[in-house]
DNA sequence: TCTATTTAGTTAGCCTTACTAAGTAGTTTA
DNA sequence: TAAACTACTTAGTAAGGCTAACTAAATAGA
């Protein structure tokens, strides 16, 4: 018992390292996008998450309204994002990524993603079916405690 | 081949976007150490990769030397990090985390381990396996390409 | 119905964190 | 010993975070 939760405990440590140390290296693919990192991840939460209003978005990105209202004028601003009317309701807007915001967007996961995967390419096909496993367990981690 | 290939595109998306969502969730520990993400991960390099001067510490965190310069003189404000000077270089300052740094470091790092490790403790066991192996293999990759 | 409350978003003002350019001071090298 | 390089700081700007306070619209209640 006092073994089970030591076991966690190590293993959460040691997959939260990985976790850290994987993102920040991938991160360095983002310059290419020449969008800043808010920009970029609250346009990457509209073009894999749909379509969204404001105060979603701001909940997905873990910032307060005022924050992402500004966020998303420069996305406006840079033709990325554009604002739909909400039917039935005239306080809100519908936050759409324009088809340059999503080609962008794609662009620059592909980046981020090719150089994984050509790390991973260095590696024995067990190790890659073990990391192919251990996305999908954390995956389902997190669709079960979503935000 | 085109196989493989096309596999690990896959395995390595999946990987990507598992590791975000992770540290999404994660990160919304950190308030409880009441400092602001830039001198809580300065902070955290510090103490756990050793003393070290500020232009290591600025390469280390992926930022220019100026900016690291107020997150240290932040950091020395509030007697988190003190300055050393090296021995044979009157240029450089050696870096130390106090102790009261480290403590506020592994407070905040406990809080974060502590809630991915309850969330492990709801795995069954083979799949916390998997997700030690996959820990171990990705930080195997990290140290072979550093920074 | 009409008033009160809640919800959606913006504006204003402040701090933090990033950058580049340019400077100081110490060290190394030709 | 002059030139080049290294370590770091200062100055100025932009981006991105916050809270407080606001407008406007929708909803709930008396």
Redesign the interface.
């Known amino acids: 018992m006092a073994h089970?939760?030591r076991?966690?405990?190590?293993?959460?440590?040691?997959?939260?390292?990985?976790?850290?140390?994987?993102?920040?290296?991938?991160?360095?693919e983002d310059a290419a996008t020449g969008l800043a990192p808010a920009r970029l991840s609250a346009l990457s939460v509209l073009v894999f998450g749909g379509p969204m209003n404001l105060t979603s978005l701001a909940a997905a990105e873990?910032v307060q309204a005022p924050t992402m209202t500004k966020v998303v004028q420069a996305l406006e601003a840079e033709a990325l994002v554009r604002r739909e009317a909400v039917a039935g309701d005239k306080r809100g807007t519908r936050l759409v990524a324009t088809s340059r915001g999503r080609r962008i967007m794609e662009e620059g996961?592909r980046r981020?993603?090719?150089r994984?995967?050509a790390?991973?390419?260095a590696?024995p096909a067990a190790?890659?079916a073990?990391?192919?496993?251990?996305?999908?367990?954390?995956?389902r981690?997190?669709a079960g405690?979503p935000?």
């Open positions: 089970t939760a076991g966690n405990f190590g293993t959460a440590d040691r997959l939260h390292s990985a976790a850290i140390h994987l993102l920040r290296r991938l991160r360095r873990q996961r981020r993603v090719k994984l995967a790390e991973l390419e590696l190790e890659r073990v990391l192919e496993k251990a996305a999908a367990i954390l995956e981690i997190s405690r935000r």
